[in-house]
């Protein structure tokens, strides 16, 4: 049963980064503080100059992440951080994706 209840506690978060936000570390910052909070997903560059990334964890975390988003590493320039929540889809673990 607990386990059950935990997992509602997890939530989605699709988010869209831009700014100056490739070429400054971005996606390894990103993964690396994911990674020591415990949340699971991806974060990729898109073509247009944007990182995107998803984040599933429990909430008040994904939370902190996406409050992160909004600084992310020492020489990015956020200028826009914009979050959709969707359905949780169980993903584990947190990858860097690379455009192909």
């Known amino acids: 049963m607990q386990e059950k209840s935990e997992y509602l506690e997890f939530?989605?978060?699709?988010?869209?980064?831009?700014?100056k936000v490739q070429g400054v570390g971005y996606r390894f910052s990103?993964?690396?503080?994911?990674?020591?909070?415990?949340?699971?997903?991806?974060?990729?560059?898109?073509?247009?100059?944007?990182?995107?990334?998803?984040?599933?964890?429990?909430?008040e975390t994904v939370e902190k992440?996406?409050?992160w988003c909004y600084t992310g590493p020492r020489s990015a320039v956020v200028q826009d951080v914009l979050v959709r929540y969707q359905q949780v889809e169980g993903i584990e673990g947190f990858e860097i994706h690379r455009i192909p």
């Open 30 to 59: 990103t993964s690396q503080t994911a990674v020591s909070l415990g949340i699971n997903g991806w974060v990729k560059n898109l073509p247009d100059g944007r990182v995107e990334a998803v984040f599933e964890g429990k909430k």
């Open 11 to 19: 939530i989605h978060a699709h988010v869209l980064i831009s700014g």
């Open 65 to 67: 992440m996406i409050n």
